[in-house]
């Protein structure tokens, strides 16, 4: 018997990579959104949720890499089943943990599903999407990323705080249920014809790409995460900061699709795009560290956030068309790179910020994007000689 969902994502590739990429988040979306719960019921306190963030991504991260060569071996159809199956088992662990330690286990899983889903997800838009709406495809894919903690965040009050923080992994567990039994067929021909081998020692431009992106994950996330505290930090209230985070949250979500739109409309692979975002986060921190008064922080903030953290919405766009012989096993290496960055980021910015010293949280993303654009300028040079030396 045919499965009708199944059917239906096969048909919609764009589609598949944006619901299998959210959902693969939600088990540390749910434990970010539920952290209160958690610390009355089984003790995992707000302070531990710096360690089970740092599992996920590290489990991601060291997943990226090998996930690229299961990607070209299996295909983006079954390698998104085992993703899903990951992500289920991390939130029924989660779902039944009695002590606090659990929750970092169970977030390490969900990692891993990260790591094998996002790999999964670029093939099957580069495969299945056509060339001139592929940025915008790989916008709305990464727009998943933030559209998770929101639907993370209206669960807490529709079914945390109503029925129990379980029932909430409860209800991710059955979604990735679905979507593991619901894997679709993607095609495979385009990556039959590729049959990627080994990619040996990776070229200087990708190389120079990865860098790219562990600084700009560093500042990007490390930035983000630190939204509301900085900001009460200068004296603006609790309320008005949340909006603040709530407002460059949407904006975040807007840019990445608006990025792909625009690489496709210029017909570029991404990195004079990338450079500008950068250049411009590193100008709106910059700004944050030389003034300490909000009104700068409401101009300066948004314009950092947009351009330390709007950048990954066409990342894999640029990974996979310059690197078309294998888009798999070089999009697992930037995203270990990148994954990197999202783990030693918040850590830096963290430390910085315990210490009353936001400036110089700042000044560190300020330098981390400046690196990054500065990396993506090589990696396109690089490649630019290449092609010329073909």
Known sequence: ??????????????????????????????????V?????????????????????FG????????AGRVVARLGPGRSLRFGALLTLAACLIAGTAFIWWVIPLATAIGGMGNGLTQVASNLAIFDGVARERQGVGFGAKQAAVPLASVL??????????????RW??????????????????LDMARAAARNEGPIGRPPRSLVFLAIGGIAGAMGGNGLSLFVVPSAV???????AAGAVLAGCSLLVVLVRLGAGWLVDRNESIGFTEMAWMTAAG???????????????????????????????????????HSYPHLPARASGVVLSGNLTGTVIGPLVVGWLAGRGNYPGAWLFVTVMCV???????????LRSRAELSL
């Open 1 to 34: 018997m045919t499965n009708p969902l199944s059917s239906t994502l096969a048909q919609r590739p764009l589609l598949t990579a944006v619901v299998y990429t959210g959902t693969c988040l939600l088990p540390l979306a749910l434990v970010s959104a539920q």
């Open 36 to 56: 209160l719960q958690l610390e009355e019921d089984i003790g995992f306190r707000v302070g531990q949720l710096g360690l089970a963030t740092a599992a996920y």
């Open 59 to 66: 489990a991601a991260a060291l997943s990226a890499n090998p």
């Open 152 to 165: 993370a965040g209206i669960s807490l009050p529709v079914i945390g705080l109503v029925f129990g923080w």
């Open 168 to 185: 909430a992994f409860v209800l991710a567990a059955l979604i990735a249920l679905t979507l593991a039994v619901s894997a679709p067929h």
């Open 233 to 239: 930090d200068i004296g603006i209230g609790e309320a």
């Open 282 to 320: 590193a100008i709106g921190a910059f700004v944050l560290f030389i003034s300490s008064t909000p009104g700068p922080y409401l101009v300066a903030m948004p314009i950092a956030l947009l351009g330390a953290w709007g950048w990954p919405g066409i990342i894999f766009f640029t990974v996979v």
């Open 371 to 381: 690196i990054a654009c500065l990396a993506f300028v090589a990696s396109h040079r």
